[in-house]
T-cell receptor, first 114, second 112 residues
Framework: DADVTQTPRNRITKTGKRIMLECSQTKGHDRMYWYRQDPGLGLQLIYYSFDVKDINKGEISDGYSVSRQAQAKFSLSLESAIPNQTALYFC?????????????FGPGTRLTVL | GDSVTQMEGPVTLSEEAFLTINCTYTATGYPSLFWYVQYPGEGLQLLLKATKADDKGSNKGFEATYRKETTSFHLEKGSVQVSDSAVYFCALSDQGYSTLTFGKGTMLLVSP
């Protein structure tokens, strides 16, 4: 079984709809991250969480919100989706004790906003 | 702030050719450096890493050396295979080990 799972894997929605992307991990890591990937732009950090009570904005948090329901679960919400949020979204985890912040990625969610 | 610059792709090579993908960085202090690889349809996975100057990371025939004097971490492989076709991302982690800063990625296409 995969250590970091994301649901759904693909989603098509319409402008103005609320969307939630979910991430679960079985690695026992404290730290979790949400990124978006656009062609030619690499990965941009949306939000990150170092534990259940700690939520931090990344470089492109506008239009997004997150919820850390448990150590193993970190959800990303688009309150009112817009077309330029069409992208590939990745969840990642890392171990607090890791000296080099190696991150482990889920398989991604491809979101299309029409 | 921190930043990573890597060469634009796609890089197109024939099988068994030598590969270099350039990566330079800007950071305060002494970051850790990484190369991640993304195969088609998959998430990123760590390829190799180096945590201090002059360290060489290596894995699956790929190598990269942390060069503090030139702020570089170039990825090399002596003989690429078709199965190496993927997108390669250079990244750094700041001194606080809090988040990763990624380059824009370089697509590698290897033909038989």
């Amino acid at each position: 079984d995969a250590d970091v799972t994301q649901t759904p894997r693909n989603r098509i929605t319409k402008t103005g709809k609320r969307i939630m992307l979910e991430c679960s991990q079985t690695k026992g890591h404290d730290r979790m991250y949400w990124y978006r990937q656009d062609p030619g732009l690499g990965l941009q950090l949306i939000y990150y969480s170092f534990d259940v009570k700690d939520i931090n904005k990344g470089e492109i948090s506008d239009g997004y919100s997150v919820s850390r329901q448990a150590q193993a679960k970190f959800s990303l919400s688009l309150e009112s989706a817009i077309p330029n949020q069409t992208a590939l979204y990745f969840c990642a985890t890392s171990d607090t004790d890791g000296l080099d912040n190696e991150q482990f990625f889920g398989p991604g969610t491809r979101l299309t906003v029409l | 702030g921190d930043s990573v610059t890597q060469m634009e792709g796609p890089v197109t090579l024939s099988e068994e050719a030598f590969l270099t993908i350039n990566c330079t960085y800007t950071a305060t202090g002494y970051p850790s450096l990484f190369w991640y690889v993304q195969y088609p349809g998959e998430g990123l996975q760590l390829l190799l890493k180096a945590t201090k100057a002059d360290d060489k990371g290596s894995n699956k025939g790929f190598e990269a050396t942390y060069r503090k004097e030139t702020t570089s971490f170039h990825l090399e492989k002596g003989s690429v295979q078709v199965s190496d076709s993927a997108v390669y991302f250079c990244a750094l982690s700041d001194q606080g080990y809090s988040t990763l800063t990624f380059g824009k990625g370089t697509m590698l296409l290897v033909s038989p």
